[in-house]
Each structure stands twice: as structure tokens, then as C-alpha cells.
């Protein structure tokens, strides 16, 4: 699967690591959705979703690129929306930054927010600090800040 940018699930050991997580504790509660567009047996295209209380969080996917030219991840969320509405999900949520390919599927956008809460404590102290500051400094040392819109409805 596609591999450009180092945003693939198999790029980093942390990043391997955090979607093995994710999934596992997803499988344990029947969340876990594994799509994949196959073309003569073989995966051309892959989404690891989060299916619950009616909604369909797709969380990441993936293509190979030799078939891009055939938008394997187009047909795969064509078909996967097909399968929402005949599921009756009430939302098909492509989270992440709002891709271009992402907005073809949608004409409305949601920021997301996340809120944490620390303990008025030494470890409180310490706990939001790392949290604060390492997220700062591990974006800068990559480069990155965080994109303004989240997720995509």
C-alpha cells in the first residue's frame, strides 16, 4: 500500500504500533472493520474502520500506487458508503486532514477538538507538560504543525 510522505501504518515503529493498538482494542469491542478493494485476489486498496453506534469512522487507508491511475481508493469508498446506507449508518466520518479526495465525497468539513484534563498535582504538572510541550517539539522536529480542519464528515 502506498507509502509516500511516511504516513503509511507500516512507515514507523510508533506509527505501527499506535494502529495495532487501535485495532485490537477496536476487534475486542466489534468496532473493527477491515475493507480492502481486491483486484485478482490481491489488495489494491485498504481502509482500517471504526464501526459504531451507527457511525463509520474511517481512520486511515491505504493504495497501491502502481494502480492509481484506476482510483482503487475511489471504488473502495464508493463501496463503503454503499454498505452505510444499506447498514442505515447514520455517518460515514473520513477523518484526518480534508484531503482533496476526501471533499469529493462531501461539501461540509468539522473541526475537531480534543480536550485533556490533568490532576491539580505534581504528576498533573508533569503529565501536561509532556503532553504540551512533547507534542510541540515532536511536531517541529518533524516539520509539521497541525492542520487547522481535523476530519471530514
Known amino acids: ?3 509516500r510522505g511516511g504516513t503509511a501504518i507500516l512507515s514507523q515503529a510508533d506509527t505501527t504500533r499506535f494502529y495495532r493498538e487501535v485495532a485490537t482494542w477496536a476487534a475486542r469491542r466489534g468496532w473493527l472493520r477491515l475493507k480492502f478493494l481486491r483486484l485478482d485476489g490481491r489488495a489494491v486498496a485498504f481502509d482500517l474502520v471504526l464501526e459504531a453506534e451507527g457511525v463509520a469512522h474511517v481512520l486511515k487507508g491505504g493504495f497501491d500506487p502502481a494502480m492509481r491511475q484506476l482510483g482503487p481508493g475511489t471504488v473502495l469508498t ?3 458508503l454503499e454498505r452505510a446506507f444499506e447498514l442505515g449508518l447514520h455517518s460515514y466520518e473520513l477523518h484526518g486532514t480534508d484531503d482533496a ?3 469529493r465525497w ?3 468539513t468539522r473541526t ?3 480536550i485533556q484534563a490533568f490532576p491539580p498535582s505534581l504528576v ?5 507538560l509532556a503532553a504540551d510541550r ?3 517539539l515532536y511536531r517541529r522536529m518533524r516539520g509539521r504543525e497541525p492542520p487547522e480542519r481535523l476530519d471530514v464528515a
Open 1 to 3: 500500500m502506498e507509502g
Open 78 to 80: 464508493g463501496r463503503s
Open 101 to 103: 479526495y476526501k471533499l
Open 106 to 108: 462531501t461539501t461540509a
Open 112 to 114: 475537531r477538538a480534543r
Open 124 to 128: 498533573g504538572t508533569v503529565a501536561h
Open 134 to 136: 512533547g507534542q510541540a
